[in-house]
């Protein structure tokens, strides 16, 4: 017999991807949507394949068991679920049957997809179709954005946030990958109009942002720290530059208060909260270093020279951090067909920085500059944090779907920085 649920699920789908094709279908993306957006909802299906069929594990079905069990207790004890899910009740039954209670985020990511258990009658594959479509209307909502105001980087939004490969996958299905890429998207989108054009952010939607970030603390709090350690300083430069200030906006000049701003960010943010002292973020990096290190198959770490977990180690390895960040592992590094794919990307990736770098001498600045540091800043900072933190190169080829996307948009738009930075040099 068919699942009512189910029929009601789908109804429901059809009905909002109707509803947003409507709003979006003349916007410069537009004709893409449809094909971008089913391409997505199969990425979250091939993904749950691959972790149950192929892996026959991952944290997907860890958030899956524990999901159901909160969801059934909704219609047996109530009470029980609102405790942990408000509380994290420690002495209900609920909370003695859940296998994440160790791991906050993940017990978070765990409650999230609950919620949509108790409207989906626990069907794991039509959750994952809300996750994903979560995800993909964030990132289609940035590429459009950033095509509407510099047009000229059509191409690039439409493989970046659209449809290049990794990012599809990845950014799929019942993970944290869909959630925290989706919002990552979703912020940073609200303030496009902003650093582009000076445009002013209405209360609500900075409210919006500020409620969104606080999920994406909640989810990925490293993500969180680094965007908000980004986009404070972007938007102060910013500010300055829409009301003149008297100063002259050299790119060069652009840079220095960009940098002494997003210094003093770090410094406040680090009494704002413990865990991003700097002792404490060298801790926990160097903590998940080592594990990911003995979990880890040698041929598939990260191989850092004279590397030792202190500030002098992390720092002389930074360049080592970056490169595999961004760009491995190389078709010559790859082992497995997963990793072998993901290789080919980040050699495309690879030849388009390098055309890049090569235009870097021929740049007119502009005022858009500040877009295209701020861009780098939290590529780079998310690059080196990710490498240090996670070492394994196929787990890293995960992780970093939160900030690639921008990094394939600037490379692709060929030649990106060119045409975003462009009139006179001052």
């Known amino acids: ?21 409507r709003r979006v279908r003349y916007r410069p993306l537009g004709k893409f949507y449809l094909p971008g957006l089913s391409l997505k909802l199969l990425a979250g299906i091939m993904l ?12 997907t079905l860890f958030f899956y068991e524990d999901a159901t ?29 859940l296998k994440l209670t160790d791991q906050p985020r993940a017990l978070f990511m765990a409650k999230i997809l609950s919620i949509f258990h108790i409207f989906t009658n626990g069907n794991y594959w039509i959750s ?22 510099f047009p000229w980087t059509r191409n690039a939004a439409i493989a970046g946030f659209i449809f290049f490969p990794s990012i599809i996958f990845w950014s799929s299905g019942v993970s944290k990958e869909a959630i925290s890429t989706g919002l990552i998207a979703w912020i940073i989108s609200i303030y496009v109009p902003a650093l582009a054009r000076g445009e002013w952010v209405g209360k609500r939607k900075v409210i919006v942002s500020l409620i969104l970030l606080f999920i994406l603390w909640l989810i990925k709090y490293y993500y969180a720290a680094a965007l908000i350690a980004i986009m404070i300083p972007t938007l102060i430069v910013s500010v300055l530059k829409s009301f003149s200030a008297g100063i002259s906006w050299k790119f060069s000049r652009q840079v220095l208060y960009w940098v002494s701003f997003f210094v003093w960010s770090v410094v406040i943010a680090s009494f704002i909260h413990p865990n991003l002292h700097l002792t404490n973020v060298i801790d926990v990096v160097s903590t998940n270093h080592v594990l990911y290190t003995q979990m880890s198959d040698p ?15 992390y720092v002389k390895n930074i360049p080592i951090a970056a490169w595999a960040g961004l760009f491995q592992p190389l078709p010559w590094e790859a082992v497995g067909h997963i990793k072998f794919i993901a290789s080919l990307e980040n050699l495309i990736i690879l030849v388009f920085a390098v055309f890049s770098l090569l235009n870097i001498s021929r740049i007119n600045v502009s005022n858009n500059g500040i877009l295209v540091i701020g861009a780098l800043g939290f590529i780079l900072l998310m690059a080196v944090f990710l490498a240090f933190s996670t070492p394994n190169l196929g787990t890293l080829a ?3 779907s939160g900030f690639s996307f921008l990094f394939i948009y600037l490379v692709l738009a060929d030649p990106v920085i060119k045409r975003l930075l462009k009139t006179g040099r001052k």
């Not at 691959?50 to 944290?59: E, L, M, N, R």
């Not at 069990?69 to 219609?75: D, E, H, I, L, Y």
């Not at 994952?128 to 105001?149: E, H, P, Q, R, V």
């Open 128 to 149: 994952g179709f809300y996750f994903s479509l979560f995800a993909y209307t964030g990132l289609w909502s940035l590429g459009d954005k950033l095509t509407t105001y």
């Open 1 to 21: 017999m068919v699942d009512p649920l189910l029929i009601i699920n789908i109804f429901i789908l059809i009905i909002l991807v109707r509803g947003l094709y």
């Open 299 to 313: 041929d598939n770490l990260i191989r850092f020279r004279d590397f030792t977990p202190t500030f002098t180690g």
């Open 69 to 97: 069990r909160m969801a059934r207790s909704v219609f047996d004890k109530p009470g029980e679920y609102l405790s942990v899910m408000l509380y994290n009740d420690h002495s209900s039954s609920l909370w003695g049957m």
């Open 398 to 400: 995960r992780y970093k």
């Open 48 to 59: 749950g394949l691959y972790y149950i069929v192929f892996f026959q594990g991952g944290d």
